[in-house]
């Protein structure tokens, strides 16, 4: 609240924040419930000077998702993605290529999004 110019907050949550994904009903709601506070606290926050953004990547190639065959994002690639989210401004950033087609699909049609996510 001190901050001279304002603070920003990154969460960092997952694209299973917008939609469960099968045999990961836990997670995502967690994802979900942390997306929801996202929300909740921009208003509140706002006033203060204080931005608050959603990150919501798809799989980033770490221990978690090794076993899954699907496409993954370094780590790395990630950060570059969150970072040019946060210069052009973005609330909830799609960091990589995979969360840039979903959120696409997600402002398109959350339930089309949601039917895609029950595939995986």
């Known amino acids: ?36 506070v996202t929300q909740a606290l921009r208003p509140e926050l706002r006033g203060k ?9 798809g799989p ?10 699907l496409p993954k994002t370094s780590p790395a690639d990630v950060a570059k993605g969150v970072i040019a989210g946060i210069a ?3 609330e909830d950033i799609f960091p990589d290529p995979m969360a840039q087609q979903m959120g696409a699909l997600w ?9 895609a996510f029950a595939s995986f």
């Open 1 to 36: 609240e001190r901050a001279p110019g304002g603070a920003t907050i990154v969460n960092v949550l997952s694209l299973g924040a917008l939609a469960s994904v099968p045999s990961f009903g836990g997670y995502s709601a967690s994802k979900a419930a942390a997306y929801s």
């Open 49 to 57: 000077h204080i931005d608050i953004l959603a990150v919501l990547p």
């Open 60 to 69: 980033i190639d770490t221990d978690m998702v090794k076993a899954l065959q």
């Open 88 to 90: 052009r401004g973005e």
């Open 107 to 115: 402002n398109k049609s959350p339930k089309e999004f949601e039917r």
